[in-house]
């Protein structure tokens, strides 16, 4: 029986995907409260979407099968037990002070019997203007505040990459960065318990969204069947990395060795796959600014445990002793040019999605980096993000694989 997970590279030709089509989480974005929804811009909902579905289609004319977490999540409520358990767990991280309002929006959500509907109502939050008078008031209920949304709309859930990522035949199920993000890892425990793609499948657990300590799937790059790099950002910790590696080495998926790049704790550096994507069996992008301080930690498996060291090399010549290679290529984001990398880095140049050995997607917009790929020997598939890049990601970041072709 064919695994729904089988995911060992980041370039083995890619079979199946999932997205999610941005929706009305969108239009509940505001001026006011952008940072901490950690957006820098309001994109316009029906470009963002035109530009999106041209994204999917891209995939499909490459013959890629497309999922949408949206239909996912609706199709993972099977029962009328699951979906009032779902609509309950939900409430209880939706961080809502008065009793009687949460009795209210429970009443709501129950009454929405349309699965899909009652998915995309919990990814597009409640504003206070929904709801009717309360008759009876807990103080929390009473003292109202100018702040518009009993619970926030979760605007990054297109960049389907960070809530949970796809490792081998196993899914590390994250703690995210910011507490606005965390709720979106909500729909991959539904998923993946209870999808009838998925339940039956035993799919190994390498990290659990109950832990304490965050990492996110931006960070989590596989290199070969032997080896991940995990970025060390603003988004993951240290900690988190010592603990995928040891579950991942527990449960014997294969993987020998975690490569743990510390990258900073910068917005624009975000996570490890906005500076350095893999998009050939030995080329790599990078945003050349990481380069010079980038200091590289071995985690690698042992009879006795874990062994962890500090690699002192170029980052050319580690790649080389550990994926076995005789020569790397770096394509620096923006040509290597300090200015043209560092605004091509802001609007995803270097976060390509890779769907076969040299073949990628990119942002049309970034023309000195794409022009380094192509001259580089890398096939470009162009997609319009005008809208789409104003969240901070590019084709990595709204896309999680399934299914890769092995290499």
């Known amino acids: 029986m064919s695994k729904p997970i089988n995911v060992f590279s980041e370039i083995g030709k890619l079979k199946t995907v999932l997205l999610h089509r941005p929706g009305k989480e969108l239009e509940n974005l505001m001026p006011d ?22 994204f999917a289609q891209v995939l499909r004319d490459k013959g890629v099968e497309v999922l949408y977490l949206e239909d996912l999540v609706a ?54 203007v929904e709801l009717p008078p309360l008759k009876y008031k807990s103080l929390s209920d009473m003292v109202d505040s100018d702040y518009p949304f009993i619970i926030d709309p979760m605007p990054n859930l297109y960049f389907t990459r960070d809530p949970f990522a796809t490792i081998g035949h196993g899914v590390s199920l994250n703690h995210m960065y910011s507490v606005t993000r965390r709720r979106e890892t909500l729909y991959g425990k539904y998923i993946f318990t209870y999808h009838p793609r998925f339940k039956d499948a035993d799919i190994p657990m390498i990290y659990n969204r109950e832990e304490t300590t965050r990492i996110e799937g931006g960070d989590e790059l596989i290199l070969s069947k032997e080896l991940l790099a995990v970025g060390i950002s603003q988004r993951t910790d240290v900690a988190s990395i010592e603990k995928l590696a040891e579950n991942i080495f527990a449960k014997d998926l294969g993987f020998k060795r975690v490569l743990a790049f510390n990258i900073g704790n910068e917005r624009k550096f975000m996570h490890l796959d906005t500076v350095f994507t893999m998009v050939d069996y030995d080329k790599f992008t990078i945003h050349p600014e990481i380069e010079g301080d980038l200091t590289v930690y071995s985690i690698s498996k042992e009879e006795d445990g874990t062994n962890v060291i500090e690699e002192t090399d170029s980052l050319e010549n580690i790649l080389k002793k550990y994926l076995k290679l005789e020569k790397v290529t770096l394509i620096r984001c923006g040509g290597g040019n300090l200015t043209a990398a560092a605004r091509e880095q802001w609007n995803d140049g270097s976060n390509t999605l890779t769907i076969a050995p040299g073949e990628v997607i990119v942002y049309d917009r970034n023309v000195i980096t794409n022009k380094k790929l192509e001259e580089a020997g890398i096939k470009l598939n162009y997609v319009p993000g005008s809208e789409l890049v104003r969240g901070r990601g590019g084709p990595r970041c709204m896309s999680m694989p399934f299914d890769r072709e092995e290499i």
């Open 33 to 54: 409260y952008l940072e901490s929804l950690l957006f820098d811009d309001i994109p316009f909902l029906q470009q963002a979407q035109k530009e999106h579905d041209y």
């Open 75 to 128: 199709e993972s409520l099977t029962d009328d037990t699951i979906r009032t358990q779902f609509i309950d767990e939900y409430l209880g991280e939706a961080n809502i002070k008065g009793t009687g309002t949460k009795e209210m929006i429970r009443e709501l959500l129950l009454g929405i019997t349309d699965m899909r509907e009652l998915v995309d109502k919990t990814m597009a939050g409640v504003q206070k």
